[in-house]
C-alpha cells in the first residue's frame, strides 16, 4: 500500500508538471481548479500524517485537508516539491506506525478498522481517485490501474457503504462484478449494510436482487461519482441500486 500511495501520488504530480495552467478547471469537483486540487491532496496526506502519528489517544484533526493545503504554494515548482514533501510525510508516520496501530477516522461506525493500516489503505484510493480529477482536468484520463480499482470497489463498499443503521426498505442483496473475476456481495437489512466477498457458483447464482458489472475501474469510478451509475452494466431490480446510491447513513 505504502509503494501504491507513492505512486498514485507520483502520476498526480506528473499531471500538475503537464498542466499548460494550474488553474484549468476540474470538471470532476465543482468549483476547484487544479491548484486547489493539488492542495486538497497534499493537506489530506499531511492531516493524515498528524492523525497516525498522534495515535489511538489523538482525535478528530481541528483542520480539514483543505484547510490544511491552503499553505500549498501557488508557483508550480514550489507546489510540485510541496506536494512530494506531503507524500513522504505521510510515508514516514504509515511507516513509523505499522498497519495495526489504532488512530482516529471518520469511517469509525463501519467495518473498516480504525487503524494505520487501513488509514494507507484508503489513501491509496484518494490518490487514484484524484488523479483520475486531475488527468480529466488536462483532458488525459487513463483507467484506474486493475490493481487498484479492485481493492477500490471493495475498500469503498467496506468503508463508504457498510452501517448499523437501518435499511429503510425491504431486505435486499446487490452484487457487484469486475470484469477481472472479482465479485463482492452487499447485504441491506434492518441490520444495516455489510460487504463480503464472492465466489460466484451454485446457488449464489441468481440470489441478488440487483446487481453492477463492469471493469474494476469503471465500478471504482462509478461508486466515487466520477461516473454515471448508467455507464457500469445493471441488472435486475435497478429501482434498488438507486435507492442504495442515494440512501443517506
Known amino acids: 500500500m ?19 495552467d494550474v488553474g484549468v478547471q476540474v470538471p470532476t469537483c465543482p468549483g476547484w481548479t487544479l491548484l486547489d486540487l493539488a492542495r486538497h491532496l497534499g493537506g489530506g496526506q499531511r492531516r493524515w500524517a498528524a492523525v497516525v502519528s498522534a495515535g ?16 500549498g504554494p ?5 507546489l510540485l516539491e510541496w506536494l512530494s514533501e506531503s507524500t513522504q510525510e505521510l510515508l514516514g508516520a504509515l511507516r513509523e506506525a505499522g498497519p495495526d496501530r489504532g488512530c482516529w477516522s471518520w469511517w469509525g461506525h463501519t467495518e473498516s478498522p480504525q487503524t494505520s493500516g487501513a488509514v494507507g489503505r484508503h489513501q491509496v484510493h484518494e ?29 469503498f463498499n467496506v468503508t463508504c457503504g457498510t452501517t448499523t443503521q437501518a435499511w429503510p426498505y425491504e431486505r435486499a ?18 441490520a444495516g449494510a455489510s460487504v463480503s466477498r464472492l465466489a460466484i457458483s451454485g446457488s449464489d447464482i ?5 446487481s453492477v458489472s463492469g471493469t474494476a ?33
Do not use: C
Open 2 to 20: 505504502l509503494e501504491l500511495v507513492d505512486e498514485r501520488s507520483a502520476t498526480f504530480r506528473a499531471v500538475v508538471r503537464s498542466a499548460s
Open 56 to 71: 489511538p489517544e489523538g482525535g478528530k484533526p481541528a483542520q480539514s485537508s483543505s484547510e490544511i493545503g491552503g499553505s
Open 74 to 78: 501557488a508557483d508550480r515548482e514550489a
Open 127 to 155: 490518490a487514484a481517485m484524484h488523479t483520475y480529477d486531475a488527468q480529466l482536468a488536462v483532458g488525459d484520463t487513463q483507467p484506474v490501474p486493475a490493481a487498484i480499482a479492485a481493492d477500490g470497489v471493495e475498500e
Open 173 to 190: 442483496v446487490v452484487d457487484i462484478h469486475a470484469s477481472e473475476g472479482q465479485s463482492w456481495r452487499v447485504t441491506l437489512s434492518a
Open 206 to 210: 441468481g440470489a441478488a436482487d440487483a
Open 217 to 249: 475501474s469503471d465500478l471504482m469510478l462509478m461508486f466515487y461519482g466520477r461516473i454515471p451509475l448508467e455507464s457500469v452494466e445493471l441488472g435486475g431490480d435497478v429501482e434498488v441500486l438507486t435507492r442504495l446510491r442515494e440512501w443517506d447513513t
